[in-house]
């Protein structure tokens, strides 16, 4: 068994990445057995910025995923580089806990472009309506919540209930295919997620 644990920013992205992580072990990994433990919200420029916060909570991620676990660092990306800001993460990250597995993943822009990525997968789920005519390329919104709220007929799009529930039904090939920062995602989980050898 594999232990990831994550440090996610959002409230959405507590409920909602164990339902994706969990998707992507029976779509990538299926004869591997990872248990993806709740994770731990942080307030990102708080954990970013003050040396304090991100050894404490690093700390905690990783005596809570063990020694043969890993940790996941997921944040959205906003308007920074996401290759740039996760090495510079990740170079930080390796220094406060070598002796863990880390992977920093940077969702560009925001967690919310990788259901643009697959939004026909999305259609008709919890009111949403797809409409190819107005298809953009999933990485390139500055607001993709809003994009996905536009989509939403009659109703607004909530963080907590509609991010798990997309995340339970987004085609993940699409949205491989489609988004970058995905395929980052999809790679980190099965570089981490192989068995060591005994």
């Known amino acids: 068994m594999i232990n990831v644990t994550a440090i996610v920013e959002g409230d959405g992205e507590v409920i909602a990445l164990p339902v994706l992580l969990r998707r992507l072990n029976e779509w990538l990994t299926p004869d591997v057995y990872v248990d993806v433990s709740y994770p731990i919200r942080v307030r990102r420029d708080r954990f970013l910025n003050k040396d304090d916060e991100f050894r404490r909570h690093l700390s905690l991620a990783a005596n809570k995923c063990g020694d043969k676990g890993w940790i996941l660092i997921l944040f959205d990306a906003d308007d920074d580089c996401p290759a740039d800001l996760a090495q510079e993460i990740l170079r930080r990250a390796q220094i406060i806990v070598p002796h863990r597995k880390i992977s920093v993943v940077l969702a560009n822009r925001e967690y919310e472009a990788w259901f643009i990525a697959a939004a026909e997968s999305l259609?008709?789920?919890?009111?949403?309506?797809?409409?190819?005519?107005?298809?953009?390329?999933?990485?390139?919104?500055?607001?993709?919540?809003?994009?996905?709220?536009?989509?939403?007929?009659?109703?607004?799009?909530?963080?907590?209930?509609?991010?798990?529930?997309?995340?339970?039904?987004?085609?993940?090939?699409?949205?491989?295919?489609?988004s970058r920062s995905f395929r980052k995602l999809c790679s980190e989980w099965s570089k981490r997620s192989e068995v060591p050898s005994p």
């Open 123 to 178: 259609q008709g789920i919890r009111s949403f309506n797809y409409d190819p005519a107005k298809a953009v390329d999933p990485e390139q919104p500055r607001d993709a919540k809003g994009w996905i709220k536009a989509c939403m007929a009659n109703r607004s799009y909530g963080e907590t209930t509609d991010q798990p529930a997309f995340s339970a039904q987004i085609d993940l090939q699409l949205a491989f295919d489609r």
